[in-house]
């Protein structure tokens, strides 16, 4: 498996995201013209799990082919003004609280969004 980044910068191959965020705090992923494109990558584009005030913002996101931006045990996270183009699920917010998705637009094979309740652990 090729290996994707975590929050810290750190390669990861253990978790299933292109880019992982996992128990942090007041992340920001923000990109007027930007666009985080996973190219295929085996998994989640975004995974964030058990972090807290997290912003994504103002991205495009693609390429991959699991739910593309998952929000798993959360708690007030920002989606807005996102577009996300995926192979499976656009958005998942699982077991989160306060979760706000916004101005965003998702074109998905499957559900665009998709509230989840903990399926795992």
Same mark, same amino acid.
Do not use: M, W
């Given at each position: 498996?090729?290996? !994707?980044?975590? !929050?810290?910068?750190?390669?990861?191959?253990?978790?299933?995201?292109?880019?992982?965020?996992?128990g942090a705090k007041h992340i920001r992923l923000r990109g007027a013209k930007g666009t985080i494109d996973a190219n295929g990558w085996n998994g989640h584009a975004i995974w964030?799990?058990?972090? /807290?005030?997290?912003s994504i913002e103002y991205l495009v996101v693609r390429g991959s082919f699991s739910w593309n931006t998952h929000i798993c045990r959360c708690r007030d996270v920002n989606v807005t003004g996102c577009k996300i183009f995926s192979g499976a699920d656009g958005l998942d917010? /699982?077991?989160?609280?306060d979760v706000l998705i916004d101005s965003g637009f998702v074109h998905s094979s499957d559900d665009a969004i998709a509230v989840k309740a903990l399926t795992r652990g």
């Open positions: 498996r090729d290996k !994707a980044l975590n !929050a810290n910068g750190k390669p990861s191959v253990k978790h299933g995201g292109f880019i992982n965020i996992i964030v799990n058990q972090s /807290e005030h997290i917010p /699982e077991a989160s609280s």
